[in-house]
């Protein structure tokens, strides 16, 4: 099998945006105490009893959970950055800020369904700004068919490898696209579309009021089309776009902005079902369980389930080359550590990007995090509560873990880069803590709705159908795994 069959030219156009985020300090504390003036009678004096009476409440029962030792030295290497906030959505009410004043034509870059997969991931690549290419008939169409993004080059690649396995109706598909991809044959999008997991296509007028995309994006829609009067796309809206501009727009909004300094644990966002990989799995194992799952990322954790590392679909942008073929039989700690490499290479320092929060860190905390790292989740650790009279972590329900089942349907050639130190040698890994819980976009989407009087619907709804549309023959290998292996903490 000759592994250059697989990949394709290039694939170093792309650059990560990956840095270690400021945590935020939006609003000061402006309090000022009001304290009635005291007329002291020397003409009698107090017993002791009537002095007990007068005593002011202890300062401890009204006191503020300070910050822990980690977050105080959080703040301390990460200084909150200023934020420019744009004139033109001062004072206005966001319900009213149309859909199109968010996007730009900047976003939409095209391809054919006649496109070769090879030159769809090199457009792909490109497009850094929404990560997405539109799929159509051909170049003299304007109608979307379909889209090419990173769950479809994970699916793909899988293939390819032979890695995926697909049900009684599509093995001559997966078999006929792997023994061309040996061949070095061109395939276009048109015959691989059946591979793809694709969600139905969202479209939203540029003229609809913002209110209309936060209800859709808060229900679990990842991203939308965004058309002008003659239904010609004129830009992509996603739901990190929409977080990015209620973060640096919140201040204008004062409903969404007195949400931030709210806790975690507080405000009710998150989710306990937590799918996890083990460091040491194979990245194989990572990418089979994104593909399955519907997902956009998984948490790397050591044998403690201590957070060492994020991968997401994005990354399978350092996959598109012959040499890093060795890379997928290779622990996931591994590959963690070649892209914080190429990140330093690139920026021409080292980063170790933060993908992780705990139920005291507050709503402006995880959203700075979250717009920093360009990712669609937060990984909730463990935390030691921050003052004395304050609980320890709160109880948020059973953690679920999903640990992958060892694979063993492949066996890759080539040689191995060089080997990596254990999981908690990794920079970063003793910041974090015990995994115990996720928060999303879709989460922080939803909270906004909801807060402002919308209506979103149920999020799980929206990541059930996108489950559903995995391949049926894969699905049953991964519930047994759950039945079997979920470690309940």
């Known amino acids: 099998m000759d592994p250059n069959a697989f990949y394709f030219r290039g694939g170093k156009d792309s650059k990560e945006t990956s840095i270690s985020p400021p945590p935020p300090q939006r609003t000061g504390s402006a309090s000022s105490l009001h304290k009635s003036g005291h007329v002291i009678n020397h003409s009698h004096r107090s017993s002791f009893a009537e002095n007990l009476r007068g005593l002011p409440p202890s300062p401890r029962n009204q006191r503020h959970p300070s910050f822990t030792q980690a977050a105080i030295q959080d703040l301390l290497n990460h200084p909150p950055a200023p934020r420019q906030h744009n004139p033109r959505f001062a004072g206005r009410d966001w319900r009213n800020i149309a859909i199109g004043e968010l996007v730009s034509s900047d976003d939409v870059s095209w391809v054919e369904l006649d496109t070769s997969v090879e030159d769809a991931t090199m457009a792909l690549l490109k497009n850094t700004l929404s990560n997405v290419v539109i799929v159509r008939e051909n170049a003299d169409s304007p109608v979307p068919v379909s889209t090419f993004d990173y769950n479809d080059l994970n699916a793909y690649i899988l293939v390819v490898v032979g890695l995926a396995h697909p049900s009684e109706d599509f093995v001559e598909l997966y078999h006929t696209v792997a023994t061309k991809a040996q061949a070095r044959v061109s395939i276009p999008l048109r015959d691989i579309q059946p591979i793809f997991r694709k969600e139905s296509l969202v479209t939203l007028s540029g003229d609809e009021d913002l209110a209309k995309a936060i209800e859709v994006f808060g229900s679990g829609v990842h991203q939308a089309l965004i058309t002008d009067h003659n239904s010609e796309v004129v830009g992509i809206l996603n739901q990190l776009k929409l977080i990015e501009f209620f973060w640096n727009e919140g201040v204008n909004f004062r409903v969404i902005d007195d949400l931030y300094p709210r806790l975690l644990r507080d405000v009710g966002v998150g989710s306990q079902q937590i799918i996890a990989i083990n460091a040491d799995s194979p990245l194989t194992e990572a990418l089979n369980l994104m593909n399955q799952e519907g997902l956009s990322s998984v948490a790397v954790v050591d044998n403690s389930l201590n957070v060492v590392g994020n991968i997401s679909v994005a990354d399978v942008k350092h996959l598109t080359n012959a040499t890093s073929l060795p890379l997928l039989q290779d622990s996931c700690l591994h590959f963690i550590s070649i892209i914080l490499t190429e990140q330093g290479v690139e920026k021409g320092k080292d980063s170790f990007p933060v993908f992780h929060v705990n139920p005291y860190s507050t709503l402006a905390h995880t959203v700075a995090k979250l717009v920093a790292t360009h990712s669609h989740r937060m990984w909730i650790v ?94 049953p290998s991964i519930e047994s795994a759950r039945a079997s292996l979920d470690i309940r903490r």
Do not use: K, M, W
């Not at 935390?383 to 329900?397: D, F, R």
């Not at 908690?424 to 402002?452: E, H, W």
């Open 382 to 475: 463990e935390s030691a509560s921050p003052s004395p009279s304050a609980p320890g972590t709160p109880s948020l329900g059973p953690t679920v873990f999903v640990p992958t089942p060892s694979s063993s349907q492949t066996s890759l050639t080539g040689s191995h880069f060089p080997s990596v130190p254990p999981a908690s040698t990794l920079p970063g890994s003793y910041l974090s803590g015990r995994l115990i819980g996720v928060v999303t976009l879709t989460d922080i989407l939803n909270l906004f709705a909801r807060s402002t009087g919308l209506n979103p619907s149920d999020p799980s709804e929206q990541r059930a159908r996108r489950r559903r549309s995995s391949s049926s023959s894969v699905r």
